[in-house]
Every structure is written in structure tokens, then in C-alpha cells.
């Protein structure tokens, strides 16, 4: 099949990487002096627990150079630009093109369903610590690496997602076809939702999450709040959340930081609003007491951010 990814940083890259080096047919769209680099170049990959780095090419482009039509599309862009991909998603597909969004904010694939009536959107998440490093070149802190995706109604289901499913685990990507994909999407916004807040509000790394502390016992506060708000939504948890959060963490480079953290630092948008504010706004909805999230995200608002 022919991938098509939108977004080429931390989840994007690695996923087309990967994909490019198995084989796959996988074009990335990207843009600036990242896309330059992987055209002259190709695409570099730093591993940070063992050093190593090695480069791949890749077929990259960005949004008005790119004339195929795919049939599959993971849509791998912060949250703040999701609504800026829809005419370009518009423009290449056809009516069987499958739309994949892979973000980190929870609900994304019902929101971009309503702006792609004629596509089946799914939702879907993804597993992996990874940011650009420099243009062509992606630095991934651990090795976890899985995407978990699905339909959000069984008449929505397509045997394609069975194919798209055994490509990722050709590629060395462990791929989940989900049958409750609210569920897991909400599961996997249970880590980078308290990760990133708790990591904005102490300013830390993995490593402060890592041993015993005040952040450590914050990002485990967190986690059962969005335990409490799933119960809440009818979508309870069938695992604990804090034990397998715990585990993702301890995979973790020492040194690494969430992808929220550095774009604040940098000075560029960041998935603040949803990641956080939205969150306490979902326990005023679900009638649940959010005092961790509350207590970061009064903080946050008094430094501005």
C-alpha cells in the first residue's frame, strides 16, 4: 500500500524511518530546512540509549509538491495544526483513502471525521519518545515504539486495517488494531497528558520521575485522575494505569523531556490547551475532582503560558 505522512518530527520520522527501511511505500511531508535535509540527505536516527545513529533515505516532500493519491494517510501533527490538514487531505484522497491522525490529544479522530465526511478517520495513538534533533536528523530516547489505531464504531471496519496492522509489524513497529479504541487512546492520554503537565510544572526530565519524589507522586496523581475521569466517561480502565505509566517511564533516557516541554522552551506553539487546560475542563464536564491537573494548571496560567 501507499503511506502517505503527514508531519516528519518525533512521530512522523520515526514511523516513515522505519517504514522506508522495510520496504514500505512511504512519502513524508514536511517543510522548511527538515525537508531540505532529508531530500539531499536523507533521514538520520539517533538512538540515545546505545548512540548509535544511522541515515535513510527518504521520499519527502511537502503539501504542494505531492500529486499521488494514497491509501493510507497517518496524520502526525501537533494538535494546534490539525485543521490546517485538512484541504491538503482533501486534495489527495479518494474516497478510499483510510485517515489515521496519530496525536497526542485525546478525541482527535472524531474531530477530524466531522471535517472528512467522505473518509473513514480512525483514531489512533502512538508509543514513542523522539524529537528533530537538527534538520534530517531525529533523536529517539527510548526503544518503545507502538501504535495503536482503530474504528470508533464496528460498522466503520475495513479488513485494510488488518493489512495496515501487519505492515507496522513488518517494520518493527508493534501494531495494535484496537477493539475499543477510546478506550486505549484514552489509556495512552493517561501517560503523555501527565507527563508533559508534571514535566512543565517542576521543569523536569525522566529522570525526576524516575526515583522516588514530589514529581514522581505528581505524575502518579495525575494518572488516576484521568482514571477516575475514563470511569466517569463509561470507558473505565482494565489495567493500572500507574504501574504501566511507570514502566513506559523507566525506558526513558534520563535526559529526556516531553515534546510540550521543548516547544515552550523554544518559544513555539505547544499542545498546552489540550494536554492540560482541556483536561480540567473535562472533569468539570465528567463531575470529577481534578486537583492535580487544577493545581498545574493554575501555575502554568500564572506564568503565562
Known sequence: MKYLIIGAGGTGGVL???????????????????????????????????????????????????????????VCVKGYSLESTVPFIQRVSDKSTIVIPILNIYGTGAKLQEMLPDQLVTDGCIYVSANIQRPGVLLQHGQILRVVFGVREKHQYTPVLEEVQKDFEDCEIQGILSANIQRDALEKFSYVSPIGAAGLYYDATAADFQREGEQR?????????????????????????????????????????????????????????????????????????????????????????
Do not use: C
Not at 524511518?17 to 536516527?45: C, F, P, S, W
Not at 523531556?257 to 482541556?278: C, F, H, N, P
Open 16 to 74: 516513515g524511518y522505519y517504514m522506508t527501511k522495510a520496504g514500505k511505500d512511504v512519502t513524508l511531508i514536511a517543510r522548511g530546512a527538515h525537508l531540505q535535509a532529508m531530500q539531499e540527505n536523507g533521514l538520520t536516527l539517533e538512538k540515545m540509549w546505545d548512540g548509535s545513529a544511522e541515515n535513510q533515505p527518504v521520499k519527502a516532500t511537502d503539501m504542494e509538491h505531492y500529486t499521488d493519491t494514497p491509501d493510507v494517510i497517518l
Open 217 to 305: 507522586e505528581m505524575f502518579k496523581a495525575m494518572i488516576r485522575e484521568i482514571e477516575a475521569l475514563a470511569k466517569a466517561m463509561g470507558i473505565p480502565f482494565e489495567q493500572d494505569m500507574v504501574q504501566v505509566n511507570l514502566h513506559i517511564l523507566s525506558g526513558l533516557a534520563p535526559e529526556a523531556t516531553t515534546s510540550m516541554q521543548r516547544d515552550i522552551m523554544a518559544g513555539k506553539a505547544s499542545e498546552i490547551q489540550g494536554l492540560v487546560y482541556d483536561v480540567v475542563k473535562m472533569g468539570e464536564t465528567w463531575g470529577v475532582s481534578m486537583p492535580a491537573y487544577t493545581k498545574a494548571a493554575e501555575y502554568l496560567q500564572k506564568k503565562g503560558l
